[in-house]
């Protein structure tokens, strides 16, 4: 049996060609198979796991060092200071994402409303939003059915308890007014090869790609708005570093007022938001 600062060592060296984290996912997926935290392990060099345990974990290293993304091997990603369920069916919610949830809670402050979270994944927007605001009402919707059962088991283990989970492709199935909505679509261009490369490569396409210039979903979701929101409701969405100028000019097109775009922690382009016109 190996020790465990030894397994370390030994998967960091065999991760290093694939992630630039080899070392933090050693730690996370040893973490995970002996049910500790990364601090024990510091604590406990010496110690020597069991010979089923080691498997395991040498098991979950080969997985990683194929390009299997932690967060799936772990079965958790960490999002707005809550731990959410992710599967393989689901994008992995990104910190770049909680700029979402940020402008949003920033545009209603603590007015009771109803919100849509369209294409929610995991839930990891709707359902922050819903915990940090007890009291707005929040409906996240998916098409798949197991998506949506993500998002419901997230709901309760989290106690997101005013959130409705909704199947529905964007609007389809969500009925008016609407005081906000909320999206984080795909918006990667099909041919992208980011695509093909890296961790993203194991995650699901369609969460991913939409179109030739990766607006199609974008398009379709600030098509509808104006007819889903109510006078004074606000749409907004996270879009590609580079896509901040094609994103206002769809708003506009679309008659929203008081377009403006949020800069992510990078300094990048990352979510605009616009305001339906009072009636």
Known sequence: M????????AAGEDL???SDTARLDAELLLARVLTCNRAWLYTWPEYEPETADEQRFRELVAERARGVPVAYLLGMREFFDHRFRVTPDTLIPRPDTELLVEVTLK??????ITVADLGTGCGAVGISL??????WR?????IEEPVLD????????????????QGSDWFDEVDGPLDAVVSNPPYVPDADPHLDSGDVRHEPRTALAAGADGLDAIRAIIGIAPERLAPGGWLALEHGHDQGAAVRALMEQAGLTD???RRDLAGQERVTHGRNRFQ
């Open 259 to 261: 377009i403006a775009t």
């Open 2 to 9: 190996a020790r465990v600062d030894d397994l370390l060592r």
């Open 16 to 18: 290093a060609a694939v």
């Open 130 to 135: 819903a915990l940090a605001r007890p009291g």
């Open 107 to 112: 545009l209603f402050a603590h007015q009771q």
């Open 150 to 165: 993500l998002a419901r088991e997230n709901a309760r283990r989290l106690a997101a308890r005013n959130v409705l989970v």
């Open 138 to 142: 929040v409906i996240v919707t998916d």
